[in-house]
């Protein structure tokens, strides 16, 4: 991430709660609708029962420091 977004992350979670909410609400809003996603509602609900069964059959998961690593990394390559 780049420095100013590293700055302005680390003073919005600062924020309380609710704040941190409405910021939230307001970028996510600015977004264009499927922005977030190239799977259909369909494709996320499939994703989602595949995920819940790798959880309950006691798959290890990934740990959050490496999913915080590849969300990172994936950004970086934008």
Known sequence: MATSVDDLLKKALELDEVERARLVAELLDTLQPGALSSL????????IERRAREALSGRPAVPWDEARRRIEDSFQRK
Request: aromatic share 12%; glycine share 0%.
């Open 40 to 47: 259909s509602d369909s494709e996320w609900i499939l994703e």
